[in-house]
């Protein structure tokens, strides 16, 4: 038998590892399975699968996270406003119905603007296209309302009631009652009706402060004829100008809205109509969330009018205005481009009688700062005509003050003198306003232009002039102030200005019977 040679003693020996790793791994698979043997040994029917794995820390968080308060939501004040909401259906016959010539003509908003478009695309009363019938045929029709007296008085949409025959409401307990029409107001889309038939109705009230971005809101109407229907967003903008008149001051929200919701009450959290909803902004007929609401101190102007004479008088000063823009602003040698411009006052109106001139900036109301040509048309038509206002006036760089009585606005805009202006004809070639792109000549000597200024006979499309949006048959009355009968006279202005190192002219143009000023930049050199 050979003997295996002892190895132990070379200095290059190692011992085999094959038996210390097997150990190890023994050990580290037997600290497993006592590991598991403990897990499965303190098992029981209790406890249940998820839990072998979880550890002290786990369970901690889970048990404090089971702390934690559930978000309150708006049950609470919608169990508490919701009965103030109503519903509103009327019915319209043929005076508006039938329309032998086919075009439906029946939109109570001024033609083009976007409560008008909103009017066609969703009919009248809202959620029924297609007014057009037969003679004699009954349209039906529905929106929203509420309450805010518990004697019957109710807020709706004029365009929701206009013209209707016979209103009905259907309150939230699913009651039905006929209503008549108050009063209604076009310029805000505002109507109060009277629910006959109770004494006792839950009601709303208006909110006294106004909403800031990013509040709460609740929508509560009667969409597609679904009613009692809530929805919850926020004030998403406010001051918005939608295109519908002077007095635009719409509060945003992108609470869902859709066709049925006019005329139904926008709540901020502690339960107050903050708007009433009234239109929306949909490409596609649908909520994409922007929709627009008559804030409530409109509301409360308006209605206590309604109620106590069944129509709305304004303050009216009879003046055009129009923003002043930074060019402007820079022309007239202002700071802020802040104020109302005025392009024309009015002949005999207040504004013309107290000796306010085209060309004068109005900057302030009894004191109060005007922001902007919209906010002196709200501030003066919320005021109550014959009351006394001080205006403060930039008249030729100069500040004064203007006292006056306040007229009452007219029902429809007078039409303006010289409107038939007939965009050129019989002028001859004119001569050319250099730097500026377009030809001039005196007024007087084209057929329907007047008498006054020199009218714009050839514009350069790559103009200046045309990027402000001069066209032939543009009367220019004014150039820095001053007026202007020639072609020359227009050159002078304009070297003057330059002289005194401004950016801009500020001219006075009468473009289809309506004045306004452009202020258009000066070329260089």
């Known amino acids: 038998m050979t003997e295996r040679p002892d190895l132990s003693n070379l200095p290059s020996y190692r011992q085999p590892r094959r038996s210390v790793f097997s150990a190890r791994k023994l050990a580290l698979m037997a600290s497993v399975v006592v590991g598991l043997g403990a897990a499965v040994y303190g098992f029981s029917p209790s406890t249940s699968p998820a839990d072998l794995f979880s550890s002290p820390a786990h369970a901690q968080v889970n048990n404090e996270v089971r702390k934690v308060e559930r978000p309150v939501g708006f049950a609470d004040i919608v169990e508490r406003v919701k009965p103030s909401v109503i519903s509103v259906k009327v019915n319209i016959k043929e005076k508006i119905a039938s329309n032998d010539d ?5 939109s109570p908003f001024q033609p083009g603007s976007p409560m008008e ?13 297609g007014l057009k019938g037969g003679r004699g045929r009954v349209v039906q029709g529905q929106g929203s309302g509420f309450f805010i007296s518990a004697d019957g008085y109710a807020v709706t949409n004029n365009h929701v009631v206009d013209g209707a025959d016979k209103v009905e409401v259907t309150t939230d307990d699913g009651k039905t009652y006929t209503a008549k029409v108050i009063g209604t107001d076009q310029r805000t889309d505002l109507a109060l009706i009277k629910v006959e038939g109770g004494s006792n109705f839950p009601f709303a009230k208006l909110a006294d402060s106004k909403p800031r971005i990013g509040d709460w809101v609740l929508a509560v109407g009667n969409p597609f004829g679904l009613g009692g229907t809530v929805t919850a967003g926020i004030v998403s903008a406010s001051g918005r100008d939608i295109g519908n008149g002077p007095y635009d001051d719409f509060i945003q929200i992108d609470a869902p809205v859709n066709k049925g919701n006019s005329g139904g009450p926008a709540f901020d959290t502690n339960g107050e109509v903050m708007g009433v909803n009234t239109a929306i902004y949909s490409p596609s007929g649908g909520s994409v969330g922007i929709a627009f609401s008559i804030p409530a101190n409109t509301v409360k102007s308006v209605v206590a009018q309604l109620k106590d004479k069944g129509s709305v008088s304004r303050g009216w000063i009879g003046v055009q205005i129009q923003p002043v823009t930074s060019d402007i602003a820079d022309s007239l040698g202002m700071k802020k481009a802040e104020g109302a411009l005025v ?23 009894n004191g109060e700062s005007v922001k902007d040509a919209r906010e002196l048309a709200r501030t003066i038509g919320g005021m109550a005509p014959g009351a006394t206002v001080k205006l403060n006036v930039l008249h030729k760089g100069q500040d004064k003050v203007v006292n006056l009585t306040l007229g009452q606005l007219p029902n429809t805009v007078e039409a303006k003198a010289d409107t038939d202006n007939d965009s050129g004809k019989g002028a001859s070639k004119g001569t050319d306003v250099p730097k500026l792109g377009m030809t001039v000549a005196p007024a007087n000597s084209v057929a329907g232009a007047g008498k006054e200024g020199v009218v714009v006979t050839e514009v350069d499309p790559k103009s200046a002039a045309a ?8 009367v220019i009355l004014e150039v820095g102030g001053k007026s202007v009968a020639t072609a020359g006279e227009v050159r002078d202005a304009i070297n003057a200005a330059r002289t005194d190192n401004k950016n801009s002219v500020l001219m006075r143009v009468k473009s289809g019977g309506q004045s306004r000023f452009v202020a258009v930049p000066l070329a260089k050199g």
Request: aromatic share 10%.
């Open 102 to 106: 086919g075009d439906d003509s029946s």
């Open 117 to 129: 478009r909103f009017f066609r695309r969703f009919g009248g009363p809202d959620g029924f296209p």
């Open 343 to 365: 392009a024309e006052p009015q002949t005999n109106g207040p504004a013309a009688k107290a000796g306010i001139e085209s060309g004068d900036v109005i900057t302030a109301v």
């Open 467 to 474: 990027e402000r949006g001069f066209k032939e048959g543009d």
